[in-house]
């Protein structure tokens, strides 16, 4: 029987989180975000949901995409632009501490990879289990199994996230399997969330939302993940805010929304991100 994933409270110490995330390549962190952001975050994503089709979104691939999102699931991004508590979820002290202890070592600075409130409807099958760096396929594939860590993600809940909701299914150790490999039979543990809980997860983690086997409710959660700085995020949302937008907000937020340039980590290579051939922030 597959073990359940550690379950710690945003206050534990640092280093005993990240050992459970190398051991599982999971874990669930209790009362990572502030119930009164989660609040707003929620009301801001009810509202909006409201205008949202089920099975809209397709991940920029037609057909497949939509098999992979569902039919009967809710996804949007851009959330800085509905709520200012968005900004808050961004500076979260604890998030930011594991993802800086996983992606440093590979990076000079990361920015924001997905933001997405991921609503699963009544009825809705499970998703496809997969690794969130699959989105950098060309890499993975040719590094695998030594492919160092690119890319962290949250799954967070805005509501009570229960197994029978579709509480996101993990393969705890799957992150280090010798073989890139894709069985689907395969025994997963549900990451149940009340609100503010957050299961962080390793990109090479087989995971995917769960069976929605309730008839009238839907599973309130969203995404928040980072990706190196060298890399391309799966969603554009740096575009949502024009260059003097951020500047009244943190370092952070400027960095991860792209407002600020990327600086290596080691000497030897130049800055990227750059404009006129100069830094972001020297020019906005
Ligand atoms: O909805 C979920 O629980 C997980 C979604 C997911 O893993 C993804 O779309 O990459
Ligand atoms: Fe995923």
């Keep these: 029987m597959t073990r359940s994933l550690q379950r710690l409270a945003a206050d534990a110490e640092l280093d005993v989180q990240l050992a459970a995330l ?3 390549g999971a ?3 209790e009362g990572l975000f502030d119930r009164s952001v989660i609040d707003e975050i929620r009301a801001a994503a009810d509202a909006y ?12 691939m037609g057909d497949e995409g939509k098999e992979f999102v569902g039919a009967n699931t809710i996804r949007f991004s851009s959330l800085g632009l509905l709520t200012d508590a968005f900004f808050d979820m961004l500076d979260n002290e604890r998030y930011a501490a594991i993802a800086d202890a996983v992606l440093l070592p590979t990076c000079g600075s990361y920015w924001l990879n997905t933001a997405q409130v991921m609503y699963i409807g009544p009825g809705e099958p499970a998703q496809v289990l997969h690794r969130d760096a699959d989105n950098w396929w060309e890499f993975i594939n040719r590094t695998w199994p030594d492919t ?8 967070i809940g805005l509501d009570d996230v229960t197994d029978e909701l579709g509480a996101t299914r993990v393969v705890p150790g799957s992150h280090r399997t010798e073989k890139l490999d894709y069985r ?11 609100p503010g809980d957050a299961l962080v997860y390793s990109g090479h983690v087989f995971h995917g939302g769960g069976a929605n086997r309730t008839t009238a409710r839907w599973r309130r959660a969203m995404h928040l993940s980072f990706v190196a700085g060298w890399l391309t995020p799966e969603e554009a949302i740096v575009l949502d805010h024009p260059l003097g937008s951020l500047a009244d907000r943190s370092p952070r937020v400027r960095q991860l929304l792209g407002h600020r340039s990327y600086l ?3 000497l030897r290579g130049g800055g990227l991100w750059l404009r006129h051939v100069t830094s972001i922030e020297d020019d906005s």
Excluded: F
Excluded at 49 to 60: I, N, W
Excluded at 148 to 155: D, F, L, R, W
Excluded at 184 to 194: G, H, I, R, S
């Design 22 to 24: 190398r051991e599982d």
């Design 27 to 29: 874990l669930i962190i």
């Design 49 to 60: 949901a409201q205008g949202v089709e089920p099975g809209a979104a397709d991940q920029g």
């Design 148 to 155: 160092p860590e690119v890319t962290i993600s949250a799954m």
């Design 184 to 194: 689907t039979e395969v025994e997963t543990v549900p990451a149940e969330l009340d």
């Design 264 to 266: 290596p980590g080691s």
